[in-house]
């Protein structure tokens, strides 16, 4: 069995959605794709590839969890924030609430 050790430490913010593009970690992403922006004070310089892009996180919210991978920085986002693709949002959150707290943690990816 493959072991996922558990990074331990699980942040907590809100949750959002974006409209994916190229994002700050250089790779062009799709509405279609579970992918997050990390808030900038966790992400750091938004003008350079961060050491937290390609990561994966397992997000929770008020409908269910998603893993996601990190490939965009969100530069009005609070520390523990992500805004997340609006595939990713709606599985766990509905559209209509666009905002919702969310808590997560580093997984493997």
Not at 49 to 66: I, R
Not at 101 to 107: F, G, M, P, Q
């Amino acid at each position: 069995p493959t072991s996922t050790k558990p990074s331990g430490q699980v942040f907590s913010g809100d949750g959002t959605y974006f409209t994916p593009n190229t994002g700050a970690c250089g790779k062009r992403n799709k509405s279609s794709d579970l992918i997050a922006a990390l808030n900038k004070p966790q992400y750091g310089n938004v003008d350079k590839k961060s050491p937290e892009c390609g990561k994966c996180a397992l997000v929770k919210g008020p409908l269910g969890q998603v893993k996601v991978q990190i490939v965009d920085a969100c530069p009005e986002c609070k520390f523990g924030s992500l805004d997340l693709s609006l595939t990713a949002f709606e599985k766990i959150a509905k559209k209509k609430d666009g905002r919702v707290k969310i808590t997560w943690s580093y997984i493997s990816c």
